[in-house]
């Protein structure tokens, strides 16, 4: 259903048992999800901005 990975995964392995490889893998693709989060706010902040000034409800 959905094509994302889910933000918390169970890996079976704690932080201190990963690699430093795996530790900058992990720290890489936090960073794509939050930017991915972020673009999507802004995406709903603009279309909640319109709506507002369209049917002029409270910014």
Same mark, same amino acid.
């Given at each position: 259903m959905f094509e994302e !990975?889910? $933000?918390l995964t169970n890996r079976g392995q704690t932080l201190d048992q990963m690699s430093i490889? !795996?530790?900058y893998a +992990? $720290?890489?693709t936090? +960073?794509?999800q939050i /930017? /991915?989060?972020e673009t999507e706010i802004a995406k709903k902040e603009a279309q909640k901005? /319109? #709506?507002d #000034?369209?049917?002029g409800g409270k910014s």
């Open positions: !990975e889910p $933000i490889d !795996e530790l +992990r $720290i890489s936090l +960073r794509d /930017a /991915a989060c901005s /319109a #709506a #000034a369209l049917f």
